[in-house]
C-alpha cells in the first residue's frame, strides 16, 4: 500500500510533464476475436455480456452489450480513441478507473465502416486523469439491431489546454473558449490599427480611432466578438422539438418563455460549460468538438448530440465549417436555424448589406444605422443577395466585422442596449450587435448537417471585396 501511494505521488505529476504527453494519436488495429481485442497494441481478453452474438468477426446485438475487460493497468491518460465498423448509430459507454474509483461517461457513434472516435475523458480541463481501463458498452439507437467490428482502442496522455486556444497568420487571430464549447470567442485584425478610444463616456471602435476622434486609445488589441456570456460568441445553435408530440422531450424555461430543445455550442442560459470532445491545432488551423448543453435546462440534461468546427485562416478571412449530429431520437421538427448565430461587439452598430437585385456589380450597399433589440423590433429580416452583412463604425467609412454565408440570403439582424459600451475590453460588455443568417429547416436526429461561413473585417468596401474572391 505504501508502495502504491509513492507511486502514484510520483507518476501522476510527471504525466503532466511535456515530455510524458502524447502528441500523436492513432489507434493501433488488429484482430477482434470472440473474447479479445486490441488496447494499446496489445490483444487483452474480455467478457461479453447482453444480446449480443459474435460470428464472422462482429457482434450483432439488439440491446445493450458490455465487453468487460477487468481493469486493465494503463498509463495515465485523459484520451481515448476508438476504431470501429458499425451499421447502426450507437450509444457508448467507457468506463474507466482513477484513484480507485470507478468512473463512466458515455458517447456516441456514427455508422461507419471505417470509423474513428477520439474523446477527451471528463473533467480533461480540471487536470483529472484516469489510469485503468475496464470496459465498453454499446447499444443500438436507430434500428432494432446493430453489428460491430471493434478495431481498436487506444488511451492517450494530453497536454491540457489553456482555457482559450489562440492562432494567428500574422494578419488575424483567432481563438476559442474551451469552456464555451470551442465557440468564436476572440477575432482580431492585426493589420488595421483596430483602437478602442472613450467618447462622452461611452466605447468606440475603429481603425486608427485615437487619430479619428483626437482622443487616447484605452485598448490597442481588440477583440471584434462579444463573449459576455455562453449565448454570444460565433458558434452553433439550433433548434428542435418542443415535446409536444410524445416524444419524451421536457422543455426548459427562458425569459418567461417555455423553451424548445436548443444544442448550444457555447452551453446554456446558465453559463455552464458544454463538454469539449476533441481539439486539434495546427499553424492555420484549429479543429474543436463538443458536446453542447441545452440552453434552456441544466447542465446535467446535456444533449446526446455532437458540434464540430474547423476554423482555418485564410489571409484577411476567416473559413468554418460545422457540422451538426444529434443522436436524441426526438421526433423531427421544421423550424428555423441561426447558421450561425453572430455577436460582435456594439460598437460597431450600423449594419450593411446589399439589398439590391444585382450582386457583384458595385451597387450601393444599404446601411441600417438604428436597429433596436431584436425581439423589440418583430425580428427584422434583411436580403442580401451578395451573401454577406457586416456591423461597422458610426461613420460610413468606419472599420467592421463581417459574415459571408454560401448560397444564403436571409439575414435577421439588431443591436442589444445600443450605443451603451462602456467596458475597455467592448468584448465583454452587456451591449452587443447580433445577425444570422435565418435557414428553415427540419430537425432531424441521426441525419448530419453541415454548412459553411466565411469571417472578414475592414471598411465595408474592404469586406465586399474579400468576400468577392469566394468562389
Known amino acids: 500500500m505504501f ?29 477482434f476475436g470472440e473474447n479479445q481485442f486490441v488496447l494499446n497494441g496489445n490483444s ?62 458515455e458517447f456516441f457513434l456514427e455508422p461507419a465502416e471505417n470509423g474513428e472516435f477520439y474523446s477527451f475523458i471528463d473533467g480533461m480541463l480540471e487536470r483529472k486523469k484516469a489510469n485503468r481501463f475496464y470496459s465498453l458498452s454499446f447499444e443500438p439507437l436507430d434500428s432494432d439491431s446493430a453489428e460491430l467490428v471493434l478495431k481498436g482502442v487506444a488511451t492517450f496522455n494530453r497536454e491540457i489546454p489553456a482555457r482559450e486556444v489562440y492562432v494567428s497568420n500574422g494578419s488575424i487571430k483567432i481563438g476559442v473558449d474551451m469552456l464555451w464549447g470551442g465557440a468564436l470567442s476572440y477575432f482580431e485584425d492585426l493589420d488595421s490599427n483596430v483602437e478602442a478610444v472613450e467618447v462622452d463616456d461611452v466605447i468606440k471602435v475603429d481603425s486608427d480611432a485615437s487619430e479619428r476622434y483626437n482622443v487616447k486609445a484605452v485598448s490597442k488589441n481588440v477583440n471584434l466578438i462579444n463573449r459576455f456570456d455562453a449565448g454570444r460568441l460565433i458558434q452553433q445553435s439550433y433548434y428542435g422539438t418542443n415535446g ?30 458544454s463538454k ?22 441544466p447542465a446535467e440534461n446535456i444533449t446526446p448530440s455532437y458540434m464540430e468546427a474547423r476554423y482555418t485562416l485564410d489571409g484577411k478571412k476567416l473559413h468554418a465549417e460545422c457540422r451538426y ?27 450593411v448589406y ?47 466585422l463581417g459574415i459571408y454565408v454560401p448560397n444564403e440570403t436571409e439575414f435577421l439582424a439588431g443591436v442589444f442596449d445600443r450605443e451603451n459600451t462602456h467596458e475597455t475590453d467592448p468584448s465583454r460588455d452587456a451591449s452587443t450587435s447580433y445577425v444570422a443568417v435565418i435557414k428553415f429547416r427540419t430537425f432531424q436526429s441521426f441525419d448530419p448537417y453541415s454548412y459553411e461561413y466565411y469571417i472578414t473585417s ?14
Open 325 to 351: 449530429v444529434d443522436f436524441s431520437g426526438y421526433a423531427p421538427y421544421f423550424t428555423s436555424q441561426e447558421i450561425p448565430a453572430f455577436y460582435c461587439i456594439e460598437p460597431f452598430n450600423r449594419f
Open 458 to 471: 475592414g471598411s465595408s468596401a474592404e469586406m465586399r471585396e474579400t468576400f468577392s474572391t469566394i468562389g
Open 354 to 400: 446589399y439589398g439590391g437585385e444585382n450582386p457583384w456589380e458595385n451597387e450601393a450597399l444599404t446601411i441600417e444605422p438604428k436597429l433596436i433589440f431584436w425581439p423589440d423590433a418583430g425580428y427584422p429580416k434583411f436580403f442580401s443577395k451578395e451573401n454577406w452583412s457586416a456591423f461597422i463604425g458610426e461613420f460610413d467609412d468606419s472599420f467592421g
Open 276 to 297: 469539449i470532445v476533441d481539439l486539434r491545432v495546427s499553424e492555420n488551423e484549429l479543429y474543436i468538438k463538443c458536446r453542447p448543453l441545452d440552453w434552456a435546462l
Open 44 to 105: 487483452i481478453s474480455y467478457d461479453l455480456s447482453g444480446n449480443g452474438r459474435f460470428a464472422d468477426g462482429k457482434i450483432t446485438f439488439t440491446d445493450k452489450i458490455t465487453l468487460d475487460a477487468d481493469k486493465v493497468k494503463c498509463s495515465y491518460f485523459n484520451y481515448f480513441g476508438i476504431e470501429y465498423s458499425s451499421s447502426a448509430y450507437l450509444k457508448g459507454e467507457i468506463v474507466y478507473g482513477r484513484n480507485n474509483k470507478e468512473y463512466a461517461e
Open 244 to 273: 409536444s408530440s410524445g416524444d419524451g422531450y421536457v422543455p426548459g424555461e427562458f425569459m418567461g418563455n417555455l423553451w424548445n430543445y436548443n444544442p448550444v455550442q457555447g452551453g446554456n442560459q446558465f453559463n455552464e460549460s
Open 3 to 31: 508502495l502504491s501511494v509513492c507511486m502514484f505521488f510520483i507518476s501522476y505529476p510527471m504525466s503532466f510533464m511535456p515530455s510524458e504527453c502524447d502528441t500523436v494519436f492513432i489507434v493501433q488495429t488488429g484482430n
